[in-house]
């Protein structure tokens, strides 16, 4: 019962990695204590039904290297969560400085549309605003909703950045 595996194989030579909680055959498995000199009171575990049939083969795992072999799968679950979590962050990153650019384009839209606006109010002209002006086409009516739109949505974005900025430090 000396074995140094890391992993214990069983009689139909499957391995069983981390901390086993049932031998291949379905039994519950308990500790034990080791009583050869070499391995005095180490602790292992073994399926109950080898208590009853000890020339049946089933499932030998020591308990330290059950535990070294769950650490491992646990700090190799960790290191791809945090290679995850550096994925999202890049991607999210880009995909913000990409919609922070439309952004910028947008208000810069508007702003033109804004100071076309003022300059026609200063000047008297106001038909490409008003919609009791007959000669105002409804395309420049739209193009203006559609751009009070794209500001609502832009200050809305800019708070969903900053909650997001505020939450990732």
């Not at 795992?61 to 890049?90: G, H, P, R």
Request: proline residues 2%.
């Amino acid at each position: 019962m000396s074995s140094s595996s890391s992993s214990s194989i069983s009689h139909l030579g499957r391995q069983t990695t981390g901390i086993p909680t049932r031998c291949l055959c379905g039994a519950n498995l308990t500790t034990f204590g080791a009583q050869t000199k070499d391995n005095l009171f180490r602790r292992f575990y073994r399926c109950e039904i080898w208590l009853k049939r000890k020339s049946e083969h089933h499932l030998f795992k020591w308990v330290d290297e059950a535990i070294v072999d769950e650490i491992n799968i646990v700090d190799a679950k960790q290191s791809q969560l945090k290679e995850d979590l550096d994925s999202f962050k890049l991607c999210t990153a880009r995909r913000l400085e990409k919609q922070a650019k439309q952004i910028d384009q947008t208000i810069q839209q508007i702003q033109m549309l804004m100071d076309t606006n003022t300059n026609n109010c200063a000047t008297g002209d106001n038909s490409a605003t008003s919609s009791e002006d007959p000669k105002a086409s409804p395309k420049d009516l739209s193009s203006a909703n559609s751009l009070s739109n794209i500001a609502v949505a832009a200050i809305a974005l800019g708070a969903m950045v900053w909650i997001y900025a505020r939450i990732s430090n």
